[in-house]
Nanobody, 121 residues
Framework: QVHLVESGGGLAQPGGSLTLSCEAS????????MAWYRQAPGKQRDLVAE???????DYADSVKGRFTISRDNAKNTVYLQMNSLKPEDTAIYSC???????????????WGQGTQVTVSA
């Protein structure tokens, strides 16, 4: 059994910052990739940023230069530092991880429960 638990969402003013965290727990052998997605009201869920276990990161064009994804492999945790926030960043942010299970060595995708980020004056 694997769980992803997110924290750090909330309300920020335009130009402000927030940091999201997502910790994976359970019978984990490895986590090749971890990512953040977001879904605004009435819109599809989109990839925000993704990072490999080796630290290679990719970003959506809309957040490049403002958001930074990082991870602590020892803690099975991924972070999303969000700076220069804009109202259009308002969305539910969800953590996603591709996890290889210790028991079977099979790989599956898991999702966190989501955390609300609201950017408003």
């Amino acid at each position: 059994q694997v769980h992803l638990v997110e924290s750090g969402g909330g309300l920020a003013q335009p130009g402000g910052s927030l940091t999201l965290s997502c910790e994976a727990s359970g019978t984990i052998f490895s986590i090749p990739t971890m990512a953040w997605y977001r879904q605004a009201p009435g819109k599809q869920r989109d990839l925000v940023a993704e990072i490999t276990s080796g630290g290679r990161a990719d970003y959506a064009d809309s957040v490049k230069g403002r958001f930074t994804i990082s991870r602590d492999n020892a803690k099975n945790t991924v972070y999303l530092q969000m700076n220069s926030l804009k109202p259009e960043d308002t969305a539910i942010y969800s953590c996603n991880a591709r996890i290889q299970l210790r028991s079977t060595l099979n790989t599956y995708f898991y999702w966190g429960q989501g955390t609300q980020v609201t950017v408003s004056a």
